[in-house]
């Protein structure tokens, strides 16, 4: 069975910084594109930053480059996003999400909350 699970999610005053992490079990998660989608109140779900299968490349939404990092560990099955200097508008559920896209298969974790605010 399938699981991606978030965690690292908090409160946190602004200019601050929070870790997430998505763990994932069930499918080979060494052949997934992975990414991290973000849902704020009243907001359409926006992708927030994504990494190859392989880790060897990143792209990020132009709000948060420069300040949120993603990375994966293919030998734990784990997913990471670093986030620094949050701003009070990084305020959302977090959603990791993997997919396949040749095999159209995707997954979605149950999402973490941040909230920055002082």
């Known amino acids: 069975q399938v699981h991606l699970v978030e965690s690292g999610g908090g409160s946190v005053q602004p200019g601050g910084s929070l870790r997430l992490s998505c763990a994932a079990s069930?499918?080979?998660?060494?052949?997934?594109?992975m990414s991290w989608y973000r849902q704020a109140p009243g907001k359409e779900r926006e992708l927030v930053a994504v990494?190859?299968?392989?880790?060897?490349?990143?792209n990020y939404a132009d709000s948060v480059k420069g300040r949120f990092t993603i990375s994966r560990d293919n030998a734990k099955n784990t997913m990471y996003l670093q986030m620094n200097s949050l701003k009070p508008e990084d305020t959302a559920v977090y959603y990791c999400?993997?997919?396949?896209?040749?095999?159209?298969?995707?997954?979605w974790g149950q999402g973490t909350q941040v909230t920055v605010s002082s």
């Open positions: 999400r993997a997919d396949r896209s040749s095999l159209y298969i995707e997954y």
């Open positions: 069930g499918f080979t998660f060494s052949r997934f594109a």
């Open positions: 990494i190859t299968s392989t880790g060897g490349s990143t």
